[in-house]
């Protein structure tokens, strides 16, 4: 079993997160600005600022695995890039492996194709800030951290959040950074993205790679 930090463990990816690996065993400790109205048993809760350092220390150091759940709107707008590259510095110099919780638009619809956030034209203006804050992590920040740092970045399916639920079905399709189902986007619950985000932490089989899960 292994002891795993989430940093926005009580949002939307970040919750079920938490419960699946408590679920099967884990030592898991969730960081979040406020705490849970409902806290999942064997789960210890830290309240903080993701974007301060002392916050972020301990959790970090006394962790195998840290995963980063955090999203790039409200009170991370400005802050988000920063904010990881801070996370990636501790787990780096901790020794500590690192999994992102990423979005679809850094993901592409075949191998050597551009990436989806190349051609936001179809999607709203006000979402483009985040949209393109998401996928800098992949397509610049994380690959130029130090080769000692072991990351995995997890991008869901387009139709992913808690505007759209889904249900847990107990399967997962894995791809690469090509998404598994390009010709609508595909879909996946919080549960079973949570299901596949768990079993790349306990398998360990990919090192400083994009992945993606899709029902």
């Given amino acids: 079993m292994s002891r795993i930090t989430v940093i926005g463990g009580t949002g939307y990816a970040g919750s079920a997160i938490v419960a699946e690996a408590a679920a099967r065993g884990h030592q898991v400790t969730a960081l979040s600005r406020s705490l849970p109205e409902a806290p999942i048993p064997n789960v210890a809760y830290v309240q903080g600022d993701a974007t301060d350092e002392a916050t972020l220390s301990a959790p970090i150091e006394g962790a195998d695995v840290v995963v980063g759940a955090l999203a790039p709107r409200g009170p991370l707008a400005g802050t988000f890039r920063d904010a990881y590259s801070t996370v990636a510095r501790l787990a780096d110099a901790s020794g500590v492996r690192l999994f992102v919780v990423g979005g679809y638009s850094s993901l592409r619809p075949a191998p050597g194709a551009d990436r989806f956030v190349t051609d936001l034209s179809h999607i709203p203006a006000e979402l483009h800030d985040e949209i393109r804050a998401g996928a800098a992590l992949i397509i610049e920040d994380l690959p130029a951290t130090p080769a000692t740092l072991d990351w995995v970045f997890v991008s869901p399916a387009l139709r992913f959040g808690s505007r759209m639920p889904g249900e847990r079905l107990g399967r ?44």
């Fill in 172 to 215: 997962y399709r894995l791809g690469d950074d090509v998404a598994v189902q390009p010709e609508d986007g595909g879909a996946i619950s919080a549960a079973d993205y949570a299901l596949g985000f768990v079993d790349l932490i306990e398998k360990g089989d990919h090192h400083r790679a994009q992945v993606n899960l899709g029902h």
